[in-house]
């Protein structure tokens, strides 16, 4: 599978050293606002100055939408109208308008599209999956989850320059915690129930906090869970909680790993870092996951119209 990448930012380092490391998929062509950016490429990757220019000559089967989150919207619709595949960095857009308008677009044209999930390839993610899919640790049913995305992007009254390229505390951190519940809770079985969110109408980000309460139900067994997404905190903390009736896990996604409390034993800790960085772990993740739907012809619109249901769902409350 050939790719071509919109946007040479802080990410796209990290997808490009996944693609290096994933049989399969190769990296090449890109495109940039910025040409500078080229630099930034490796010598067997041709850089377009001009979008239209690469989707009229790109040999790329699709393209990764690597730009700030608040072009999404735009760059993906340029992409699906020039009759090519759109890869996007999660999440696809910011508004349920935007939503519809791409999927019924790319329908249209019988396009796949595909969202880039990447925290839920995260190490201690998919260790947790493979635990629970072996009925390893004897746990029981899921009662409850606490599911805490923060970063440290508002300091002083102000953004701070990790925020760039990012549209909102809630819109950047419910994404991705609702991509990592969704691989142990089926999204279908999960509703919301309130959603609240700070905006600060002088700061240029949809809200600097978010939360959102959902109930579910697994296993027969209904339970509640609360998303928490802040950049007030002034730290880097991602990290997912889950209540089971005999114990609790905790899964760090920043530091990739696990500790695991089993009522009446000792607490385990399971370190899952690599020697490479969790980002690239997380994509190496995620084009795996690609070239194989996109050999099949899948993509992965489905998982993804759910959780955007459920994130929206939160942020309309507001
Ligand atoms: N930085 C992270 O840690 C991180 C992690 C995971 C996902 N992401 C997601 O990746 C996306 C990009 O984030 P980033 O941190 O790399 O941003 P960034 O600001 O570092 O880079 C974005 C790049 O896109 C370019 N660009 C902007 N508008 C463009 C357009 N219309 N066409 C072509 N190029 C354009 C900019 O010149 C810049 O080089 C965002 O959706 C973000 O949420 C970022």
């Given at each position: ?114 969202t880039?999930f990447?925290p839920s390839?995260?190490?201690?993610v998919e260790?947790w999956v493979e635990q629970r899919a072996?009925k390893?640790?004897?746990?029981g049913k899921l009662l409850g989850f606490?599911s ?26 419910g994404a991705?915690s609702l991509s990592v519940l969704a691989r142990l809770i089926d999204p279908d079985e999960m509703e919301l129930v ?18 959102g309460i959902y109930r579910f139900v697994v296993d027969g067994q209904p339970g509640f869970g609360?998303v ?12 997912t909680?889950l209540w089971y ?44 996951n ?10 992965n619109q489905e998982m993804s119209r759910k959780l955007h249901r459920l994130l929206?769902a ?5």
């Amino acid at each position: 599978m050939k790719i071509g990448l919109i946007g040479i930012g802080k990410i796209a380092n990290y997808q490009m050293q996944a693609i290096s490391h994933t049989k399969g998929i190769s990296l090449v062509d890109a495109h940039d606002l910025d040409p500078v950016k080229a630099e930034e490429l490796p010598g067997s990757v041709t850089f377009f100055e001009n979008f239209d220019q690469m989707m009229k000559r790109s040999t790329a089967d699709a393209f990764l939408v690597s730009t700030p989150t608040p072009t999404h919207f735009e760059v993906a619709m340029k992409i699906i109208e020039a009759d090519r595949v759109a890869i996007v960095e999660k999440p696809l857009c910011t508004s349920p308008e935007q939503e519809d308008a791409l999927r019924t677009a790319a329908t249209t044209r019988k396009l796949p599209l595909y969202t880039a999930f990447h925290p839920s390839y995260g190490r201690e993610v998919e260790w947790w999956v493979e635990q629970r899919a072996q009925k390893n640790f004897a746990l029981g049913k899921l009662l409850g989850f606490e599911s805490c995305f923060a970063d440290p992007y508002y300091l002083n009254g102000d953004l701070t320059l990790g925020a760039v390229g990012k549209a909102g505390a809630w819109i950047d951190g419910g994404a991705s915690s609702l991509s990592v519940l969704a691989r142990l809770i089926d999204p279908d079985e999960m509703e919301l129930v309130d959603g609240r969110m700070t905006c600060i109408p002088s700061l240029k980000c949809s809200e600097v906090q978010g939360l959102g309460i959902y109930r579910f139900v697994v296993d027969g067994q209904p339970g509640f869970g609360i998303v928490d997404t802040n950049w007030t905190l002034g730290k880097n903390h991602k990290m997912t909680r889950l209540w089971y009736e005999n114990g609790s896990i905790e899964l760090d996604h920043a530091k990739e790993f696990a500790r695991l409390n089993h009522r009446g034993g000792d607490e385990l800790v399971f370190n899952l870092a690599t020697d490479k960085p969790r980002l690239v772990n997380h994509y190496c993740g995620v084009f795996a996951n690609l070239t194989e739907m996109y050999g099949k012809g899948e993509d992965n619109q489905e998982m993804s119209r759910k959780l955007h249901r459920l994130l929206f769902a939160a942020n309309s409350k507001k």
